[in-house]
């Protein structure tokens, strides 16, 4: 079964500090992986996209690591901000079905 | 460029009745797709319509259905509403390709009596 699966559930960090997002899948085939950025009440706003050759990138202080061999991605957010307290949520496209799975989220809070 | 509008932002209805959702993607936009956000389940992919045909469907009952204008306008319709439709419903529109990036809208946000 396709799924996407996100940790940590909550995470709680000091402005200024960094942290990374896990993202593991079992999306088979694969076609794209995407980070989402969701504030509170607001539709989510694209990060990254990243295909199946792609290892790396960056938007701003946002940064996206995909492994496509152990169907892993991380968000790695630096120097965070107390705007980045947000969900993140991880997006898997079945390249069969050309379907979005989505992950449950991680639910950041920054800190002054 | 204005964004992905969506109306009304919020609702509320009884059990058994039908709502219609609207969504203007933004302009020059050919695909829009549809998700609903809840709490326990997360966002799901409802379905999504490109040039006025349905490219591609989630796993909802019938009772979601929806359909695409030829300004790319998209509406979602759910007949005999459940108490478990309640959620956010969000679209999202593209240019039209799968690996491009999707603008969301801000939602509409279903409450069911």
């Known amino acids: 079964k396709n799924q996407v699966e996100q940790s940590p559930q909550s995470l709680i960090i000091l402005e200024g500090k960094n942290c990374t997002l896990q993202?593991?899948?079992?999306?088979?085939?694969?076609?794209?992986l995407r980070w989402y950025k969701q504030d509170t009440g607001r539709g989510p706003v694209s990060l990254t996209i990243?295909?199946?050759?792609?290892n790396t990138k960056s938007n701003g202080r946002y940064t996206a690591t995909l492994d496509a061999d152990t169907k892993q991605s991380s968000l790695h957010i630096t120097a965070s901000q107390l705007s980045d307290s947000a969900s993140y949520i991880c997006?898997?496209?079945?390249?069969?079905?050309?379907?979005?799975?989505f992950g449950t989220g991680t639910r950041l809070k920054v800190l002054a | 460029k204005a964004g992905v509008t969506q109306t009304p932002r919020y609702l509320i209805k009884t059990r058994g009745q039908q709502v219609t959702l609207s969504c203007s993607p933004i302009?020059?936009?050919?695909?829009v797709s549809w998700y609903q956000q809840t709490p326990g389940q997360g966002l799901q992919f409802l379905f999504e319509?490109?040039?006025?045909?349905?490219?591609n469907k989630g796993n909802f009952p019938g009772r979601f259905s929806g359909r695409q204008f030829s300004n790319s306008r998209s509406e979602m319709n759910v007949s005999t509403l459940e108490l478990g439709d309640s959620a956010l419903y969000l679209c999202?529109?593209?240019?039209?390709?799968?690996?491009?990036?999707?603008?969301f809208g801000p939602g509409t946000r279903l409450l069911v009596l």
């Open positions: 999202a529109s593209s240019l039209g390709q799968y690996q491009e990036t999707q603008y």
């Open positions: 993202c593991n899948y079992t999306v088979s085939p694969f076609s794209n």
């Open positions: 990243m295909t199946f050759s792609e």
């Open positions: 997006v898997v496209s079945d390249s069969g079905t050309y379907k979005y799975i």
């Open positions: 302009s020059g936009h050919r695909s």
């Open positions: 319509y490109f040039s006025e045909t349905q490219r």
